[in-house]
């Protein structure tokens, strides 16, 4: 299995920006499908976005599209979500997860980081 571990979340403005970052441990993170989820106060962990191993494909929630951006860096064990237009209903505590299928189910993901909060304010 490989280690996660968040970074990048905050306090921000409606509108504003934040870029997440997830550092993997292991040699084998090329192999892994990553995937961003979200889990609100008294919700559900949600699906937010995912991308194979190489890149080559990513898939969005329809409440994110066109304002995050997921992308990875094989040589760097990393992946990001850049996040912006960011909307009060974000609020959220991100996680990032590896799994070896392309899915949205959080089932499928074997690995999960601790998480980072992400506060939007009105």
């Known amino acids: 299995q490989v280690q996660l571990v968040e970074s990048g979340g905050g306090l921000v403005q409606a509108g504003g920006s934040l870029r997440l970052s997830c550092a993997a441990s292991g040699r084998t993170f090329s192999a892994y499908v990553m995937g961003w989820f979200r889990q609100a106060p008294g919700k559900e962990r949600e699906f937010v976005s995912t991308?194979?191993?190489?890149?080559?494909?990513?898939n969005y929630a329809d409440s994110v599209k066109g304002r995050f951006t997921i992308s990875r860096d094989n040589a760097k064990n990393a992946v990001y979500l850049q996040m912006n237009s960011l909307k009060p209903e974000d609020t959220a505590v991100y996680y990032c997860a590896a799994s070896k299928f392309y899915g949205h189910n959080p089932a499928a993901y074997a690995s999960w980081g601790q998480g980072t909060q992400v506060t939007v304010s009105s």
């Open positions: 991308i194979t191993s190489s890149g080559s494909i990513t």
